[in-house]
């Protein structure tokens, strides 16, 4: 069943948390008809959720369940879309370099996280990776 096979990840501005932290996915009514593991949530620093949910031209519409079947354009053609794709490009190049893989390795390193060991190996693994 597609239901279980389906993931999606939320992008959220970072704050503190706590057990009475108000998260997205658990008041967007169509994430009860899917598993507990098939919806995260990615927190960014809130200067770079900014640029990124507010700024940043769009590449892709929004694509909201209520959205799934509608036959709706696709993202602009215009300077703007075309520099944000430029931007995205030299972001994914950045990313797949060995400098860029060090670099998310290093800030890697100093999160809570660290201590789980599963962290720890995605470190080792991005530090070790040849150029993609």
Do not use: C
Request: glycine letters at 6%; proline letters at 5%; zero cysteines.
């Amino acid at each position: 069943m597609i239901r279980t096979k389906v993931r999606f990840v939320g992008v959220t501005s970072r704050e503190k948390t706590s057990p009475k932290t108000w998260r997205w996915h658990q008041h967007a009514g169509w994430t009860d008809a899917l598993p507990a593991d098939a919806v995260v949530n990615v927190s960014l620093d809130p200067y770079a959720w900014s640029y990124f949910g507010d700024y940043q031209t769009k590449l892709h519409r929004s694509f909201r369940p209520k959205d799934w079947t509608a036959d709706i354009d696709g993202p602009g053609r215009d300077e703007k879309t075309r520099a944000a794709l430029a931007q995205a490009v030299g972001i994914v190049r950045y990313g797949r370099s060995k400098e860029g893989r060090q670099a998310l390795a290093r800030a890697m390193t100093s999160e809570p996280a660290i201590a789980e060991s599963w962290l720890r190996t995605l470190v080792t693994h991005l530090n070790r990776s040849g150029d993609a």
